[in-house]
Protein backbone atom coordinates (compact mmCIF):
# COMPACT_ATOMS: atom_id res chain seq x y z
CA UNK A 1 0.00 0.00 0.00
CA UNK A 2 2.96 2.56 1.07
CA UNK A 3 4.89 1.52 -1.92
CA UNK A 4 1.88 2.36 -4.60
CA UNK A 5 1.31 5.88 -2.93
CA UNK A 6 5.18 6.46 -2.86
CA UNK A 7 5.05 5.53 -6.83
CA UNK A 8 2.24 7.25 -6.99
CA UNK A 9 3.62 10.53 -5.51
CA UNK A 10 6.94 9.95 -7.31
CA UNK A 11 5.22 9.87 -11.05
CA UNK A 12 2.78 13.11 -10.23
CA UNK A 13 6.14 14.92 -8.73
CA UNK A 14 7.95 14.12 -11.91
CA UNK A 15 4.85 14.51 -14.17
CA UNK A 16 4.68 18.32 -13.08
CA UNK A 17 8.19 19.15 -11.77
CA UNK A 18 10.32 16.59 -13.98
CA UNK A 19 12.75 17.22 -17.54
CA UNK A 20 9.45 16.19 -19.48
CA UNK A 21 6.98 17.75 -17.54
CA UNK A 22 4.21 20.19 -17.69
CA UNK A 23 6.57 23.01 -16.17
CA UNK A 24 9.59 21.85 -18.25
CA UNK A 25 6.71 21.98 -21.63
CA UNK A 26 5.70 25.42 -20.79
CA UNK A 27 8.99 26.46 -21.33
CA UNK A 28 9.66 24.97 -23.96
CA UNK A 29 6.48 26.26 -25.91
CA UNK A 30 7.71 29.85 -24.80
CA UNK A 31 11.23 29.57 -26.35
CA UNK A 32 9.24 27.75 -29.51
CA UNK A 33 7.14 31.15 -30.01
CA UNK A 34 10.23 33.05 -29.38
CA UNK A 35 12.37 31.25 -32.26
CA UNK A 36 9.36 31.34 -34.50
CA UNK A 37 9.43 35.12 -34.27
CA UNK A 38 13.16 35.15 -34.34
CA UNK A 39 12.68 33.25 -37.38
CA UNK A 40 10.06 35.26 -39.11
CA UNK A 41 12.22 38.39 -38.82
CA UNK A 42 15.54 36.37 -40.55
CA UNK A 43 13.17 34.86 -43.43
CA UNK A 44 11.49 38.75 -44.00
CA UNK A 45 16.18 39.98 -43.35
CA UNK A 46 16.66 37.12 -46.11
CA UNK A 47 14.27 38.14 -49.20
CA UNK A 48 15.08 41.38 -49.00
CA UNK A 49 18.85 40.42 -49.13
CA UNK A 50 17.87 37.90 -52.05
CA UNK A 51 15.99 40.79 -53.72
CA UNK A 52 19.13 43.51 -53.56
CA UNK A 53 21.29 40.60 -54.90
CA UNK A 54 19.02 39.65 -57.63
CA UNK A 55 18.99 43.27 -59.00
CA UNK A 56 23.11 43.14 -59.52
CA UNK A 57 22.80 40.05 -61.94
CA UNK A 58 25.14 40.90 -64.70
CA UNK A 59 22.59 40.14 -67.24
CA UNK A 60 20.27 42.69 -65.88
CA UNK A 61 21.86 44.77 -63.90
CA UNK A 62 20.27 48.18 -62.64
CA UNK A 63 21.88 51.07 -63.15
CA UNK A 64 20.50 52.82 -59.93
CA UNK A 65 21.76 49.95 -57.87
CA UNK A 66 25.06 49.64 -59.15
CA UNK A 67 25.30 53.79 -58.72
CA UNK A 68 24.22 53.05 -55.23
CA UNK A 69 26.69 50.65 -54.45
CA UNK A 70 29.88 52.62 -56.20
CA UNK A 71 29.21 55.73 -53.79
CA UNK A 72 28.39 53.60 -50.76
CA UNK A 73 31.81 51.62 -51.36
CA UNK A 74 33.70 54.45 -52.45
CA UNK A 75 32.43 57.45 -49.95
CA UNK A 76 31.42 59.74 -53.38
CA UNK A 77 28.71 61.68 -53.82
CA UNK A 78 27.66 64.05 -56.85
CA UNK A 79 28.18 68.10 -56.21
CA UNK A 80 24.44 68.84 -56.36
CA UNK A 81 23.80 66.23 -53.17
CA UNK A 82 23.24 67.12 -49.71
CA UNK A 83 25.01 65.39 -47.26
CA UNK A 84 24.17 65.08 -44.01
CA UNK A 85 26.30 63.42 -41.12
CA UNK A 86 24.87 61.62 -38.08
CA UNK A 87 27.30 61.95 -35.31
CA UNK A 88 28.93 58.24 -34.13
CA UNK A 89 27.63 56.59 -31.13
Do not use: W
Not at 29 to 51: D, F, N, W
Not at 53 to 72: F, H, K, Q
Request: some cysteine; proline content about 4%; glycine content about 6%.
Amino acid sequence: MFGCLGLLAYFTYHGFYGKHGLQASHVVAAELSSLKTELAGLQAEKTALEHRISLMVPERLDPDMLDESARNALNFARPDELIILHPQR
